[in-house]
């Protein structure tokens, strides 16, 4: 079955303690993508990459590592957690653009929610 | 810069009663507009995009560029409809995908 996967699916910690969210798309999508979603503020892009060793910053990049080794794992480091940075986040992947197509459709993961203490 | 405005945040209605989901976008070039939903508890899944200019579940979106608006309608709605609505843009490259803020729909009895 193709999706993406997130784990964990559940997070409490305490401020300054590092973690990492791993996400894992078995599609061969060359696109990857982390967004966080807030009351009143929809999702908001944190990090994307459009292929393996290439990463790019999103809209609110601060305070998240991102990193793409690997086509299918796009893991999202938090080094120094924060209690603004509790959150639902969202993994994302897609195929890229090819000439005639419209392949922007991206696939989501389940979400990880996030505390910070 | 690209922008996705959703003005509503909370819409309710009546099952059976019309329902227009209102999404506005700022783009300079070229968009391509989707529509998002995310049922309770549920991971984002894609509704239509303008592309196809398709319906599904009953909901249809006209892209209206004079207007810059990409408004989701379904003639009668539906309880199972209840669920958090996302208007999201795509420009020409590609590379960023945003979103609005999200309306959420109740539907009710």
């Known amino acids: 079955e193709a999706q993406v996967t997130q784990n964990p699916r559940y997070l409490i910690t305490v401020t300054g303690k590092k973690l990492t969210v791993t996400c894992s798309q078995n599609?061969?999508?060359?696109?990857m993508s982390w967004y966080r979603q807030d009351p009143g503020l929809g999702l908001r892009q944190i990090y994307y990459s459009m292929n393996v060793e290439v990463t790019d910053k999103g809209d609110v990049p601060e305070g998240y590592k991102v990193s793409r080794k690997e086509k299918r794992n796009f893991p999202l480091i938090l080094e120094s957690p924060s209690p603004n940075q509790t959150s639902l986040y969202f993994c994302?992947?897609?195929?890229?653009?090819?000439?005639?197509?419209?392949?922007?459709?991206?696939?989501f993961g389940p979400g990880t929610r996030l505390t910070v203490t | 810069a690209q922008r996705v405005t959703q003005p509503e945040k909370l819409l309710s209605v009546f099952k059976g009663a019309p329902v227009e989901l209102k999404c506005n976008y700022s783009?300079?070039?070229?968009?391509?507009l989707f529509w998002y939903v995310q049922y309770s508890r549920q991971r984002l899944q894609l509704l239509l995009r303008h592309i196809s200019r398709e319906s599904i579940k009953g909901f249809t979106a006209d892209l209206n560029k004079g207007e810059t608006s990409f408004h989701l309608k379904k003639p009668f709605a539906q309880e199972e409809d209840s669920a958090m609505y996302y208007c999201a843009l795509s420009g020409t490259s590609g590379s960023r995908l945003t979103f609005g803020e999200g309306t959420q729909l109740t539907v009710n009895p």
């Open positions: 599609m061969n999508h060359e696109y």
């Open positions: 783009y300079s070039g070229s968009p391509e």
């Open positions: 994302a992947s897609r195929t890229v653009r090819t000439t005639g197509q419209h392949p922007y459709e991206q696939y």
